[in-house]
C-alpha cells in the first residue's frame, strides 16, 4: 500500500508564493520520477513540473521561471515552490510519482489533491 499526501496549498494573492509538499509513504522499494499535476474547473489535468530520480526536471512553459520542483530522495518527498503566481495558476494541484512495491512492478500513484487559489 502507496499513500501520496499534499500539503501547503491555500489562498494567496497574486504576486505572492506558495509551497507545496508531498510525501510518498508505504511498501516503497524505490521511486522514479515524481511530480506535480494541477487541474482547473473545467479544464483537463495539465503536467506542472516533473523531476526524475536523478534529478532532471521539466515544466510546462507556462510556469517557467516562477516555479521550481525539487525533491528529497532519503524522505521520499517532492515539494513545489511558487512564486509569482498569477490568478490562472488557480487549480488542485496534484502530487504524481512512479513507484515500486516490494510486492508489485512500478505504478503511478495519485495524491488527494490541494487547492491552490490565487487571487488578481
Known amino acids: 500500500q502507496v499513500q501520496l499526501v499534499e500539503s501547503g496549498g491555500g489562498l494567496v494573492q497574486a504576486g505572492g508564493s506558495l509551497r507545496l509538499s508531498c510525501v510518498a509513504s508505504g511498501s516503497i522499494f524505490s521511486i522514479n520520477a515524481m511530480g506535480w499535476y494541477r487541474q482547473a474547473p473545467g479544464k483537463q489535468r495539465e503536467l506542472v513540473a516533473v523531476?526524475?530520480?536523478?534529478?532532471?526536471?521539466n515544466y510546462a512553459d507556462s510556469v517557467k521561471g516562477r516555479f521550481t520542483i525539487s525533491r528529497d530522495n532519503a524522505k521520499n518527498t517532492v515539494s513545489l515552490q511558487m512564486n509569482s503566481l498569477k490568478p490562472e495558476d488557480t487549480a488542485v494541484y496534484y502530487c504524481n510519482a512512479h513507484i515500486g512495491t516490494i510486492v508489485s512492478r512500478t505504478t503511478f500513484y495519485w495524491g488527494q489533491g490541494t487547492q491552490v487559489t490565487v487571487s488578481s
Open positions: 523531476i526524475t530520480s536523478g534529478g532532471s526536471t
